[in-house]
Each structure stands twice: as C-alpha cells, then as structure tokens.
C-alpha cells in the first residue's frame, strides 16, 4: 500500500456466493478517484500475502432508503460501527444518532484502522 495511491483486496461473501475485488484509490475524503476490478480467486490468493500487517476485518451491510445507499460497517477486531452515505448534510432525524462525524479525520480511514488493528488479527 502506498500513501497517495492505494490498493485495496476485498473478499465479498453474499447470497450470490464469494468473489474477490481489487479497488484503487487516488485521493482523500470524499473526492477521490475509484477504480474497481473484479479478480479472479487464483489471482487474489496471489495477491493477499502482500496485504499482511495492514487488513481490517469488517462486515458491510448495504441498505437502500430511496435515492441513498447505506453502506454499514461491523469490524469484528474491535467494538467499533462506521456509516457512510453521501449526503449534502444529515437530516434532523440523524443529527441524534451521529456520535462523530469522522470524514475529514484521517485516524479513521481503512487503512489507518488496518494499520491499527488488535494483535492477533493482522
């Protein structure tokens, strides 16, 4: 992994069965560029041994409420529950919920909470 350009490796396991992801990144915050790849599982086995010491351990739920995608994460490392939609600005109902708004910190990018993850699960 890099600090202006990223890589990133997901395994996705759903409904539809498992398959593996390679995304780069360009960029910080909510502007930056994204370009995802589907791989296959040869190649990801490939590539995983070079992400050791800087993993995250999360599962994403994704919900639809109208226009707005939800993406909800659960790291199973540490007691921690992160939400991202891209909003012009929280409504009224949310204010109440948000204990921190943490888009602009850079401490709680994946890869700093990779960086950062409990012994014993890197």
Known sequence: PGERLRERLRRVRGPAGERFERALKVGRGVERIEVEEQLDAATFALL????????VHKRRTRVVVGELVW???????RTLWLAEVE????????SD???REVTEE?????LELARTAAPGRR
């Open 87 to 94: 909003l012009p600005s929280p409504p009224d109902w949310l």
């Open 106 to 110: 850079p401490g709680w990018t994946n």
């Open 97 to 99: 919920c948000i204990v």
């Open 48 to 55: 995983w041994p070079a992400t050791a010491g800087c993993r």
């Open 71 to 77: 993406e909800l994460d659960a790291f199973l490392d």
